[in-house]
């Protein structure tokens, strides 16, 4: 069974650009979430996607947006990256979205904004 | 709205001693409870959680925490730690109502620092 896998690893952009981080769930999971973690903080919620479909959203602007396709992989993308932006993106997935379906995170993608 | 306090940023230790990391939360509505570790360069996993029953629940690494309703708190203890253990560890919650969905609301972690 394979895991949350996320990609790339590392990123670095400077302020402005745009970035699209990419995340494939468990396998047989429909559910999948992203969280920003800052350096030295606990993770934020950002949105989650159920079955292709936004299923909540945290307190994130616009410029924050995503995808979840047909395989149930998912893309983040953010756009006109600000220097706060910088942070580990972590992606997870789970089968279903109840509170007693467990999420199983990847390893984060981590991206530098200059 | 949901909000998940962590009492100490770094908690150290010395090998074999007993340890407990302190969980607070806050919310307008029933929640469920969970407990992530995080080992360095790895993503968060699973430690244990409360959904209902038995207020205090245990992991398969010797770790438990007690849900306590009246002081709105999940606390994590371990009777002796090994090195092994050092890692980051975050409380979480859920709110618990039927359609709410398993998003999570994460506390700042606690450094668990193990010394030999």
């Known amino acids: 069974e394979t895991g949350v896998t996320q990609s790339p690893t590392h990123l670095i952009k400077t302020r402005g650009q745009q970035v699209t981080l990419r995340c494939s769930s468990q396998?047989?999971?429909?559910?999948v979430s992203w969280y920003q973690q800052a350096l030295g903080q606990g993770p934020q919620f950002i949105f989650q996607y159920y079955r292709e479909e936004e299923n909540g959203r945290g307190n994130f602007p616009p410029r924050f947006s995503g995808l979840q396709f047909p395989n149930y992989s998912s893309e983040l993308n953010v756009n006109a990256l600000e220097l706060d932006d910088s942070a580990l993106y972590l992606c997870a997935s789970s089968f279903g979205d109840r509170q007693y379906n467990e999420q199983f995170f990847g390893p984060g993608t981590r991206l530098t904004v200059l | 709205a949901q909000s998940v306090t962590q009492l100490d940023s770094q908690v150290p230790v010395f090998e074999e001693a007993p340890v407990e990391l302190r969980c607070n939360y806050s919310s307008s509505v029933s929640v469920y409870l969970f407990w992530y570790v995080q080992y360095p360069n790895q993503g968060l996993q699973l430690l244990l959680k409360y959904l209902s029953g038995s207020t205090l629940v245990e992991s398969i690494n010797g770790f438990e925490a007690e849900f306590n309703k009246s002081q709105t708190s999940f606390h994590l203890r371990k009777p002796s730690v090994h090195i092994s253990d050092t890692a980051e560890y975050f409380c979480?919650?859920?709110?618990?109502?039927?359609?709410?969905?398993?998003?999570?609301?994460f506390g700042g972690g606690t450094r668990l620092m193990v010394k030999p």
């Open positions: 396998s047989g999971h429909n559910t």
């Open positions: 979480a919650v859920s709110d618990s109502r039927g359609n709410a969905g398993n998003m999570l609301t």
